[in-house]
């Protein structure tokens, strides 16, 4: 019997109904003004490795040391995204194959912690990761967590708080590192405050790896035993993760990932991270960190001038938190009410939140992709108007009556998207 024809569609034939639901995606992340902090957009480059026929490869183990054949390939392409990892961020060894962000962290703690063994972090309602020690995760159930705020006094880290705890826990591992932490963080002093302890140090760039790599934030490699991060944020790799490390934990780490955590690699991933981390050795990468910085201070002036509140009354990376218990919004509703509007942000807790997690009293907006796609700080007044016309519109509505039909809702849209259509969104 012969063999049946080879039918391969392109996916707009083999399956529209999916197809209609990425291009409308596609559509709305080039019609809106997109501001959460841990997004980006990739590269064409990148989108383009991250669908290859890559996908198609078991690779267990490592390059040269795999449980499959076939690896002529694939091989040379995660030793090549190990040496710009390790090029990029001066480190001793990397180690690319993490899935992502949250199970690169569990991996650094499997290498490197025993279970029931305490560990400290910040907590999330101060800024750091679920995945530093809150209750609800992994790290929180199998370890012992001790969870390091900021002062009441100016929402900063509080070192003395963070030694304090340390000599008193003796951890086994300190996490330094945040989602939603708008200042410059004191890699050194940690690095102190763990010698002096007894603890390693873990720090996870996952939020500010673009930053870091760009050259205008400190770097945590000289000082920590362990820096992990995401590669889709600030980095605008394909979504995943990636361990760096001293190379005495080499051997502990390659262990933690394969086979302690994960399976096969992801290779179409591996290659995309490549991709990424070649793209971020350019000096246009450079310029854009810098101009991520530069865009982010003159949005919070803008802020500011329009009497928008910001925890600790600005930033020095990424991103700002928005303070809304003077306008008398929650941050649900307002985010709401702004997506609606074309400008994408989240709600976000903020330290010493008087709301609930659920329906916090902060919003986080990051200008990553704003920036991605051209807009300079001169553009950062509209952005900032756009932003107080959408919060005064959620403060005139009532929030359970309002719906997108709300009057003010469709005519900021046109203009959000008008504005932001001329700047072309990378990759799309
Ligand atoms: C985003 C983030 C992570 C988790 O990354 P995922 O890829 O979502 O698992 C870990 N740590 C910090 C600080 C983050 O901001």
Same mark, same amino acid.
């Given at each position: 019997?012969?063999?049946?024809?080879? /039918?391969?569609?392109?996916?707009?034939?083999?399956?529209?109904?999916?197809?209609?639901?990425?291009?409308?995606?596609?559509?709305?992340?080039?019609?809106?003004?997109?501001?959460?902090?841990?997004?980006?957009?990739?590269?064409?480059?990148?989108?383009?490795?991250?669908?290859?026929?890559?996908?198609?490869?078991y690779a267990e183990?490592?390059?040269?040391?795999?449980y499959?054949?076939?690896?002529?390939?694939?091989?040379?392409?995660?030793?090549?995204?190990?040496?710009?990892?390790?090029?990029?961020?001066?480190?001793?060894?990397?180690?690319?194959?993490?899935?992502?962000?949250?199970?690169?962290?569990?991996?650094?703690?499997?290498?490197? =912690?025993?279970?029931?063994?305490?560990?400290? +972090?910040?907590?999330?309602?101060? +800024?750091?990761?679920?995945?530093?020690? *809150?209750?609800?995760?992994?790290?929180?159930?199998?370890?012992?967590?001790?969870?390091?705020?900021?002062?009441?006094?100016?929402?900063?880290?509080?070192?003395?708080?963070?030694?304090? !705890?340390? !000599?008193?826990?003796?951890?086994?591992?300190? *996490?330094?590192?945040?989602?939603?932490?708008?200042?410059? @963080?004191?890699?050194?002093?940690?690095?102190?405050?763990?010698?002096?302890?007894?603890?390693?140090?873990?720090?996870?760039?996952?939020?500010?790896?673009?930053?870091?790599?760009?050259?205008?934030?400190?770097?945590?490699?000289?000082?920590?035993?362990? @820096?992990?991060?995401?590669?889709?944020?600030?980095?605008?790799?394909?979504?995943?993760?990636?361990?760096? =490390?001293?190379?005495?934990?080499?051997?502990?780490?390659?262990?933690? @990932?394969f086979p302690?955590l994960q399976g096969g690699p992801?290779? /179409?991933?591996?290659?995309?991270?490549?991709?990424?981390?070649?793209?971020?050795?350019?000096?246009?990468?450079?310029?854009?960190?810098?101009?991520?910085?530069?865009?982010?201070?003159?949005?919070?002036?803008?802020?500011?001038?329009?009497?928008?509140?910001? @925890?600790?009354?600005?930033?020095?990376?990424?991103?700002?938190?928005?303070?809304?218990?003077?306008?008398?919004?929650?941050?649900?509703?307002?985010?709401?009410? !702004?997506?609606?509007?074309?400008?994408?942000?989240?709600?976000?807790?903020?330290?010493?939140?008087?709301?609930?997690?659920?329906?916090?009293?902060?919003?986080?907006?990051?200008?990553?992709?704003?920036?991605?796609?051209?807009?300079?700080?001169?553009?950062?007044?509209?952005?900032?108007?756009?932003?107080?016309?959408?919060?005064?519109?959620?403060?005139?509505?009532?929030?359970?009556?309002?719906?997108?039909?709300?009057?003010?809702?469709?005519?900021?849209?046109?203009?959000?998207?008008?504005?932001?259509?001329?700047?072309?969104?990378?990759?799309?």
């Amino acid at each position: 019997m012969a063999g049946h024809a080879h /039918h391969d569609p392109d996916l707009k034939t083999a399956d529209p109904e999916l197809f209609d639901l990425i291009e409308r995606e596609d559509a709305r992340q080039r019609d809106s003004i997109r501001l959460i902090a841990s997004e980006n957009y990739a590269s064409r480059a990148v989108l383009e490795a991250t669908g290859t026929s890559l996908t198609n490869k078991y690779a267990e183990g490592y390059p040269g040391r795999r449980y499959y054949e076939g690896m002529d390939f694939v091989d040379p392409i995660e030793r090549l995204a190990i040496k710009r990892a390790k090029q990029l961020f001066g480190a001793d060894h990397a180690n690319v194959q993490p899935y992502s962000g949250s199970p690169a962290n569990l991996a650094a703690l499997l290498a490197l =912690c025993d279970p029931g063994d305490t560990i400290m +972090g910040m907590s999330l309602p101060s +800024g750091g990761h679920l995945t530093h020690g *809150w209750k609800v995760s992994a790290t929180g159930i199998y370890y012992k967590a001790v969870q390091y705020g900021v002062r009441k006094s100016d929402r900063r880290l509080d070192l003395d708080q963070v030694r304090a !705890l340390a !000599l008193e826990h003796r951890p086994k591992l300190i *996490w330094v590192g945040h989602s939603a932490y708008p200042r410059t @963080v004191d890699f050194a002093a940690f690095a102190e405050i763990a010698k002096e302890s007894g603890a390693y140090l873990a720090a996870d760039i996952a939020h500010i790896a673009g930053l870091v790599a760009g050259g205008v934030h400190p770097s945590p490699v000289p000082h920590a035993d362990v @820096v992990t991060t995401t590669t889709h944020k600030t980095l605008r790799g394909p979504r995943g993760g990636l361990i760096l =490390c001293r190379k005495k934990h080499r051997k502990a780490i390659n262990k933690a @990932v394969f086979p302690g955590l994960q399976g096969g690699p992801h290779n /179409h991933s591996t290659a995309a991270k490549a991709v990424a981390f070649h793209e971020a050795m350019q000096p246009a990468f450079k310029t854009y960190a810098q101009q991520v910085v530069t865009n982010a201070k003159a949005l919070a002036e803008q802020l500011l001038a329009r009497g928008i509140t910001l @925890v600790t009354g600005g930033t020095d990376n990424h991103l700002m938190l928005l303070d809304l218990t003077n306008r008398g919004l929650g941050g649900r509703h307002a985010a709401r009410v !702004l997506n609606d509007c074309g400008v994408e942000l989240n709600a976000n807790s903020i330290p010493f939140d008087p709301r609930t997690p659920f329906d916090p009293s902060g919003l986080r907006v990051g200008v990553p992709s704003i920036t991605s796609r051209g807009l300079l700080a001169e553009h950062m007044a509209v952005v900032a108007g756009f932003i107080d016309e959408g919060l005064k519109g959620a403060a005139s509505v009532d929030t359970d009556g309002y719906t997108a039909e709300a009057d003010f809702v469709a005519p900021l849209r046109a203009r959000v998207q008008e504005f932001i259509g001329a700047f072309p969104a990378p990759g799309l």
